[in-house]
């Protein structure tokens, strides 16, 4: 598995594990039922705490990427990918109307604010 750390990230750490897992599940790189390396080897691995190594399984676990077994360790699980792409459209929809917000009360027109996003979206 290759996670890549940036420690000059606003992301915190976790995060950054975490959504690399998702994006290792969600692309077939990780299939379904593979066994995670433990909380400790991922820690040992990447250089980081276990609390941290810790945090991302919650978070994947409580996302629903993960199943974690007592004793066993935790395992892929099944994902739908449809209904984690509607979690990612409601994130969106929530920081462009934002977005729109600002920009209606700065005075940013339409047009400015979609030039600015499709420029943002080609970075």
């Known amino acids: 598995m290759n996670i890549l750390i940036k420690n000059s990230s606003d992301q915190p750490i976790y995060d950054q594990i975490s959504s690399q897992m998702k994006n290792l599940i969600l692309t077939g790189v990780l299939k379904e039922g593979e066994a995670l390396p433990s909380i400790r080897n991922l820690a040992k691995e990447l250089r980081i705490s276990v609390i941290t190594s810790q945090r991302a399984y919650e978070e994947l676990e409580k996302d629903g990427f993960i199943v974690t ?13 449809m209904f984690y ?5 409601k994130k969106i929809d929530e920081h462009l109307t ?18 600015t996003l499709a420029l943002l979206y080609k970075e």
């Open 69 to 81: 077994v007592p004793g066993k360790g935790s395992f892929v699980a099944t994902v739908n990918s």
């Open 85 to 89: 792409r509607e979690e990612q459209m």
């Open 98 to 115: 934002s977005a729109i917000t600002i920009a209606r009360l700065t005075g940013i027109t339409e047009e400015e604010l979609t030039e």
